[in-house]
T-cell receptor
Framework: SAVISQKPSRDICQRGTSLTIQCQVD?????MFWYRQQPGQSLTLIAT?????????ESGFVIDKFPISRPNLTFSTLTVSNMSPEDSSIYLC????????????FGPGTRLTVL | GEDVEQSLFLSVREGDSSVINCTYT??????LYWYKQEPGAGLQLLTY?????DMKQDQRLTVLLNKKDKHLSLRIADTQTGDSAIYFC????????????FGSGTRLLVRP
């Protein structure tokens, strides 16, 4: 399976600021996804990030708040903009294996606290 | 819309079997998954089952799927303290084949 790393692993930020989270994969993958896990909650898909095209956002998530980059097949970033305490969550990237899109593997997550 | 439901908590004694249950609403789901999340960690894919199967076994793990009732279960045999974690059921398929819809997670506590 793909090995996925995320940076930073955790951060504490002030409201009104922005944070960019990086996701690095050790192999080329077509599809990458960004999920949010609010405290004590399940995971919710934010957007699908495909290389060479605009990210596709789920209902309730917008590009101005969560801009995403996907410059190549092994890397993506998610920015959480103009943060408020409600953005405090774990943000996880995942990838669908190129040989079998039915398997999705997750990174370790970025734990964000907004004060 | 699509919905996945799980019971919130399960407590078992070490060495017993654990059964975690999940129900889903999307009859067009293609794959159903079980993920494990340990404290402070990301999600680990444990196993998944294709919707045309009714059972899958992988070492201590057995997945049962009742497609008619839209019911999925994960059985862990000989449960160990290291199995204590949150277990998420998820489905994919339907209109958005690669989007995973997660349940709320079941916290499994294994007592010594």
């Amino acid at each position: 399976s793909a090995v996925i790393s995320q940076k930073p692993s955790r951060d504490i930020c002030q409201r009104g600021t922005s944070l960019t989270i990086q996701c690095q994969v050790d192999s080329q993958v077509t599809m990458m996804f960004w999920y949010r896990q609010q405290p004590g909650q399940s995971l919710t898909l934010i957007a699908t990030a495909n290389q060479g095209s605009e990210a596709t956002y789920e209902s309730g998530f917008v590009i101005d708040k969560f801009p995403i980059s996907r410059p190549n097949l092994t890397f993506s970033t998610l920015t959480v903009s103009n943060m408020s305490p409600e953005d405090s969550s774990i943000y996880l990237c995942s990838v669908a294996e190129p040989m079998g899109y039915n398997e999705q593997f997750f990174g370790p997550g970025t734990r964000l606290t907004v004060l | 819309g699509e919905d996945v439901e799980q019971s919130l908590f399960l407590s078992v004694r070490e060495g017993d079997s654990s059964v975690i249950n999940c129900t889903y609403t999307d009859s067009s789901s293609t794959y159903l998954y079980w993920y494990k999340q340990e404290p402070g960690a990301g999600l680990q894919l444990l196993t998944y089952i294709f919707s045309n199967m009714d059972m899958k076994q992988d070492q201590r793990l057995t997945v049962l799927l009742n497609k008619k009732d839209k019911h999925l279960s994960l059985r862990i045999a000989d449960t160990q303290t290291g199995d204590s974690a949150i277990y998420f059921c998820a489905e994919s398929g339907g209109d958005s084949s690669y989007k995973l819809i997660f349940g709320s997670g079941t916290r499994l506590l294994v007592r010594p």
